[in-house]
């Protein structure tokens, strides 16, 4: 494996709800497809007459209660993730409404009900597996095969690690980050940033500006969230539980356990924002977007953060998520839920040692401590809608975070006996082992205990 080289604003991306890997990728993909075909020969393009696009593994068994075939279909029709308006999917709820897809020359109708859902079980290499073919008659024109490989990030049939600059400092691991920390005598947050303008070639000012955007959005899913009631999208008719909360916690005055049901509320109300196909911050998927944003509304409402700790939190916390990523995975259809509100949950922990001003070695043993108590947890959304369990998971996997940093914070740094690098290994090995049917695939655990009552 070579050094990590992914951008902070790739692992933290801005995009519609609720499952990165069933909506942003598949809308990247979408975007990307017809990219292609308007650049293929003019004769090509005119001459197509259908288009065929096919759902594999989990975004088959899943992709209709996440959203997938309306997030192609924005995709298709030219939005991308980071700039499409919040509700942007609602007009395509109606899924036998045809829109005209421009091939460039050409107007091709099609439905969101034309996507088709092919099988779960399947050889290709990655369960998040989309094959997109135009045609003319029987006769394939053009064909891609995209994967959707967890936190919204895309692959392709070919794909190589795009050309970028070399990290400052590079690493693969917790021990070569503390390494450089110590030869280099420089702060976690630091190191991260030269690596950011490093590999992406954005000026300082461009990072800090990119990472207040992220902190808006963030901000802006928590307070959308906690003071809109309702019933959540989808046939489970599960109700918002965000505005309850947060007005119990208001009526404690934030006090006692007062604060810790704010912590929930903020939580509840990210989540539930994804949930409704709202604009969220993926951290590190869409799945764990609510951890992250009530760890840094409390941080900056209740704990006083300025703007610059709420900065330098973002960049340690997307350090976690690197490694999470890099050594193991992100995706629940990989690993379980381990993988996406457990490493939310480590870098919501990372984020609020960091942004308190503690020391290196409290952040790393925050993480791994929130990391460590979510191993070996399954994804079994019930109905294949990120709703149960996955909201109320939020909110435990922000408590959680918050209570790995005060344990973490308390103690000695030399009590702690793992370190992140180990947590990481089993958490890999963990999800290398777990059943097929707890990946995101809504065929065993909750998912089905909930259908059979
Ligand atoms: S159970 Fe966890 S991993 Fe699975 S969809 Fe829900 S949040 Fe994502």
């Known amino acids: 494996m070579s050094a990590i080289a ?26 990307d497809f017809l990219e292609h075909v308007r650049q293929l020969p003019e004769s090509d393009r005119l001459g197509a007459d259908a288009l065929e696009i096919r759902l594999f593994g989990s975004l088959s068994a899943t992709g209709g209660g996440h959203g997938t075939p309306r997030a192609i279909m924005a995709g298709l029709l030219g939005q991308q993730p980071d700039t499409c308006l919040p509700n942007a999917l609602e007009q395509f709820d109606d899924a036998t409404r045809s829109f005209d897809l421009d091939l460039g020359g050409k107007a091709l109708s099609y439905r969101t009900c034309d996507i088709i859902f092919d099988a779960v079980q399947h050889d290709y290499p990655h369960s998040n597996t989309m094959v997109f073919r135009l045609l003319k008659g029987n006769r394939t024109i053009f064909e891609r095969m995209y994967f959707s490989v967890g936190g919204g990030f895309l692959r392709w049939e070919g794909w190589e690690e795009p050309v970028r600059g ?60 906690i003071v809109t009631e309702g019933v959540l999208p989808g046939p489970i008719g599960l109700q918002r539980k965000a505005p309850v909360m947060y007005r119990r916690a208001k009526s404690e005055y934030f006090q006692g356990s007062g604060f810790l049901k704010a912590l929930n509320a903020y939580a509840l109300a990210a989540s539930e924002e994804n949930a409704a196909g709202h604009c969220v911050v993926t951290a590190p998927t869409c799945g764990g977007a609510g951890v992250l944003p009530a760890i840094l509304y409390t941080v900056k409402r209740h704990m006083g953060a300025s703007p610059e700790e709420i900065r330098q939190g973002l960049l340690a916390a997307a350090c976690f998520g690197f490694l999470a990523k890099h050594n193991a995975s992100i995706s629940g259809a990989e690993v379980g839920c381990q993988g996406e509100v457990g490493v ?14 503690y020391r290196f070695q409290v952040t790393e043993n925050a993480a791994e401590i929130a990391m460590e108590h979510h191993l070996g947890l399954t994804c079994d959304p019930v109905g294949g809608y990120v709703q149960i369990p996955c909201i109320e998971r939020n909110a435990m996997g922000a408590v959680k975070a918050f209570n790995a940093y005060l344990i973490a914070s308390t103690l000695d740094e030399s009590y702690q006996k793992v370190d992140f690098d180990k947590v990481i290994k089993a958490m890999a090995q963990t999800g290398h082992d777990m059943s097929r049917k707890y990946k995101e695939t809504s065929l065993a655990g909750l998912a089905m205990s909930m259908t059979e009552c």
């Open 6 to 31: 992914t951008s902070v604003f790739e692992l933290l991306k801005i995009g519609p709800g609720p499952s990165s890997s069933h909506t942003i990728g598949p809308m990247r993909a979408g975007f």
């Open 166 to 225: 070399r990290p400052a400092y590079p690493y693969e691991s917790m021990a070569q980050v503390k390494e450089h920390l110590r030869t280099h005598s420089m702060r976690l947050h630091e190191l991260l940033l030269a690596n950011e303008q490093s590999i992406t070639g954005m000026t300082e000012e461009q990072i800090w500006n990119g990472l207040d955007r992220i902190t808006e959005v963030m901000e802006g899913a928590v307070e959308t969230g």
């Open 344 to 357: 939310a949950s480590a870098m919501g922990a990372a984020f609020l040692a960091y942004a308190r001003g």
